[in-house]
Nanobody, 117 residues
Framework: VQLQASGGGLVQPGGSLRLSCAASRSIFSINVMSWYRQAPGTQREWVASIRSGGMTNYADSVKGRFTLSRDVDKNTVYLQMNSLKPEDTAVYFC????????????WGQGTQVTVSS
């Protein structure tokens, strides 16, 4: 599975951005698609996930501000980020987990999100 992340940029605190993660195959064939982020000098942290059945989960730090959605025709998952804070600044990565008995991880390239006035 190849993943193409996009949509990052510079935004003021309180602003919004929408990240996209386009997969090279049907997202129904992917067990879970997730977003992670990594700020300078920190470990990569999980942000949110959406399962093939549509169930979503969010980290406490983004719950109520970030929303996952998907377009199955475009094989794309979106992360709508509202009420952005400076602490949301990071490189955001999308990840796909696919498999039955054996699970495989696939990562996209990162997209930079900077929240600053």
């Amino acid at each position: 599975v190849q993943l193409q992340a996009s949509g990052g940029g510079l935004v003021q605190p309180g602003g919004s951005l929408r990240l996209s993660c386009a997969a090279s195959r049907s997202i129904f064939s992917i067990n879970v698609m997730s977003w992670y982020r990594q700020a300078p000098g920190t470990q990569r942290e999980w942000v949110a996930s959406i399962r093939s059945g549509g169930m979503t989960n969010y980290a406490d730090s983004v719950k109520g501000r970030f929303t996952l959605s998907r377009d199955v025709d475009k094989n794309t998952v979106y992360l709508q980020m509202n009420s952005l804070k400076p602490e949301d600044t990071a490189v955001y990565f999308c990840k796909a987990v696919r498999g039955v008995k054996t699970l495989y991880d696939y990562w996209g390239q990162g997209t930079q999100v900077t929240v600053s006035s």
